[in-house]
């Protein structure tokens, strides 16, 4: 018995290296680009930056605004960004089922039922020519593709990592959206504090102005220092235009960014800027790497490359597939349904490449160059990801420096007030100085404001290179691959 299957074999044997090895030559493996990490990408974080912690999910509650809170939520909902991002994923997401389906088997029904009156001088001669016929058919079809060398399985799983890769975009836009709508929403909380500090500057600038022409009407004051408080007071109105035309620049760039027609953002309510620091993890490396939308879709479309190519090679192998059918064929409608009316059939099928003009090598060739591509995207996305945390860092840093600086002139400003002021009481001071004094409280005040600003756009700004609380979520199930398959045919 064992004899006999041995001698089975070996004529199987023998024909499926022969099929082999009439394939098409598959070209030698070629390295790929190499593909940068957390330590070649220098994600390391700078001693001097601020300590923090990730952020979270809803980064954005953590400033307690609940009209920040309304802004985000109607732009992730409604602005048409997102609907671009999702209706991408909803087309990744039909590719992964149409690349399924190719998996598994076909089963179709077709009926057709044709009169026709047949040619008397026709290809039928009589006595069916002349004749009105009838044909009737009903076939189930069956059909089923192997898939030995896993070509429809490695094209699943790029499909599946294309999918993810279109997920992780939706994510990342709205990331970028959500963080874009808290920066220009604190700019414009900002330009409100300035607008209102512009317009204490410009009444005590008019104050000035009517003191010194009361003086030089009494001859304690020349002319020219009267005109040049009244070239500060004019500068000082151009100011305020320009800061008013800013914030209703700034309206505008919210209500676009939401989506919303003129006229439909509801009116946003000054609020103070809040005060909440942000900083860098104690540990970043691949953490960062896990949490970055960006960095993890150029990610995944390295590896749905790698299964293209895969796919590619599998071109070179032969293609072995069967299909069946089984139904009624008649050409008289009242015997469709008897039983001599069954017809059957089933054809296995092969294809072999042996000759193609070198179509399958220019397709691998092709596929190959893509994943150069593709890492090549990758490794600018991690560097870029690692710069961007390093900036915003130290810029992080810079703007608290000088905000501490900035918080301790306006005391000494305050403190200079003060002084006048109880000089004033005395009669050593007169309103001249108080007004020096306020306007020179106010201008640092507007410093300060400027810098809460940048504080905030910055604070935005490194909580979006932290990910903005993306993590990658469990690897889908895939295909495995063969290790078994051949290198070459």
Known sequence: MTVGTNILCRPAMTCC??????????????APLAQRDARSAGIERDAAAPVGSWPQAQWWK??????????????????????????????????????????????????????????????????????????????????????????????????????RAAEADRAAAALLLASAVAQQYFNWQALQTRCVLAQTALDQRESLVRVLQARLQHGLESSGTVDQATSQRDSARQGMAALEMSRRLALEQLRNLLGAAPGTLAAIAPVPLPGDDVGVPAQLGLDLLARRADVEASRLRVEAQVRRIDAAKAQFYPDINISAFLGLSTVERSKLLNKDSLTAGVAPALHLPIFDAGRLRANLGVNRANLDVAIASYNQTV???????????????GIAAQHQAAEASLRSDEAVKANVQARIRQGLADARDAINAQLQVVAQQDSLAQLDAQRLDTQVALIKALGGGYQTGPHQVREPRDDTTPTSP
């Open 17 to 30: 290296l022969a099929l082999l090895g009439a394939c098409a030559a598959l070209p030698p493996e070629q």
């Open 383 to 397: 560097v870029d990801a690692a710069g961007d945390v390093a900036v915003q860092a130290s810029s992080l840093a």
């Open 62 to 163: 953590r400033y307690g605004d609940a009209q920040l809170d309304a802004l985000i939520e109607r732009a992730l909902k409604d602005a048409p960004g997102m609907a671009t991002a999702t209706a991408r994923f909803r087309a990744a997401e039909s590719s992964t089922a149409a690349a399924r389906a190719q998996l598994g088997a076909k089963l179709d029904l077709d009926a057709s039922l044709t009169r026709e009156k047949l040619s008397h001088f026709g290809l039928i001669p009589p006595p069916y020519g002349g004749k009105t016929i009838n044909d009737a058919e009903a076939t189930l079809g069956f059909a089923y593709d192997f898939d030995w060398w896993g070509k429809n399985r490695a094209t699943l799983a790029a499909a599946i990592d294309e999918q």
